[in-house]
């Protein structure tokens, strides 16, 4: 039987970088346009011997905003994929993350032409006030239009992001967000709280922002899982929640260990038990490949233990946690600090399977730290 592998394509551009980002994002320039084009060929070229025995089960295009290198840099990728001969999954999901205000109805009606079939839009909130504090470029009026629009063009695969402990937030605006979702045609929703990261904008000025205490920040999470229970759809996932039947194929391959290669500037891989990323600098990343060396420019061996308490790690994220015999491949401390975590309410156990208990989910972190 084929192996199930999905590809990532990083496609960095960004009309405006965001205060709060920590992604490798460039200025949307046409030259940069022809180079990751040129590039992602070579990259491609590259790897397709690996590829030749296995089957797609996933594409994705995540940024930045890929939405920005569409049509032709996208229809050029998938085209080149197409043309590979290597297997697609009946079912390949194939995402593009795009950001509200591109999302023009032709636009809409090539990308799903090409064969995107997922959208995964940058939506963050649908109050205008947190919009403009995170400095967004859309309104919530174009993001709902947005997906209005998409799911009009034929669409019925779209996934949001929110953000909630965005600086000056109010329990009365989240919750206005929240009332909002309930009437749009979405069918996933991934959903974080902001992290203030080393190297953005809003970390240089942290001590000026107002951010929701802890307490607060719970309160918004809970009653953004009370939304979800009452729209019936599943928490299947820490952070990712949908409709019956519309988890994510890609992201579902990330928590399960499934092998996938990275392509373009900064993007990660996980092959062959090995992790590695490319240079996160398109001019390097484009020099390596046209002097047909490697663009990476990090790579990690995972070794026994290590690689399997960070797979226990990864896998718990998902709400039906892990089978049991998964413990067979444990290490005795591995197994112990299970038990202590199940001792102390973190981990909950049924006939067949471990997963995280509610106070697990709050604390995932604990539960993370104290497995690897
Ligand atoms: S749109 Fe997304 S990728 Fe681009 S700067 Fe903002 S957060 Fe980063």
């Known amino acids: 039987m084929k192996t199930s592998i999905s590809l990532y394509f990083h496609i960095p551009f960004c009309t405006k ?36 025995d296995k089957i797609i089960t996933s594409i994705y295009f995540g940024g930045g905003t890929p939405s920005l290198f569409a049509p032709s840099g996208i229809k050029n990728i998938l085209e080149r994929i197409k043309k590979s001969q290597i297997e697609l ?18 636009l809409l009606h090539q990308l799903l032409e090409m064969g995107i079939n997922r959208l995964s839009l940058g939506i963050q909130s649908l109050d205008d006030r947190s919009l403009q504090t995170l400095e967004r470029t859309h309104s919530a009026k174009k993001a709902e239009l947005a997906i209005f629009n998409a799911n009009q063009t034929g669409f019925k695969n779209i996934s949001i992001d929110l953000m909630y402990d965005i600086p000056d937030q109010t329990k009365a605006s989240w919750d206005y967000t929240l009332s909002r979702i309930r009437s749009l045609p979405i069918q996933h929703l991934s959903l974080y709280n902001l992290t203030i990261e080393p190297h953005t904008s809003f970390f240089k000025r942290k001590n000026e922002l107002q951010l929701p205490k802890p307490e607060e920040s719970i309160q918004y999470l809970f009653s953004a899982i009370q939304t979800m229970k009452e ?56 020099k390596a490949l046209k002097e047909k060396k490697s663009p ?4 990690e061996k995972l070794t026994f233990p290590q690689n399997i308490k960070e797979e226990l790690a990864v896998r718990l994220r998902l709400l039906d946690g892990i089978d049991l015999n998964f413990l067979s491949l444990l290490p005795k401390d591995t197994l112990n600090a299970m038990e202590n975590l199940s001792n102390l309410g973190f981990l909950c156990k049924n006939n067949s399977r471990i997963y995280l208990s509610e106070k697990g989910l709050l604390f995932y972190d604990t539960v993370a730290s104290e497995i690897i």
């Open 231 to 286: 729209m019936q759809w599943k928490r299947y996932e820490i952070s990712a929640f949908c409709q019956e039947g519309y988890a994510s194929h890609h992201n579902l391959g990330y928590w399960t260990y499934r092998p996938f290669l990275g392509f373009g500037p900064s993007a990660f891989s996980f092959w062959d038990n090995e992790r590695y990323q490319n240079v996160a600098n398109i001019q390097r990343y484009a």
């Open 89 to 106: 999954a009946s079912s390949c999901e194939i995402t593009l993350e795009a950001n509200p205000e591109e999302l023009e109805i032709s």
């Open 296 to 299: 990476v420019s990090f790579r």
């Open 17 to 52: 970088k965001c205060p709060y980002c920590h992604f490798y994002v460039i200025p949307n320039q046409q030259s940069f346009h022809a180079l990751l084009d040129e590039s992602f060929a070579k990259e491609w070229d590259l790897y397709l011997p690996l590829l030749e």
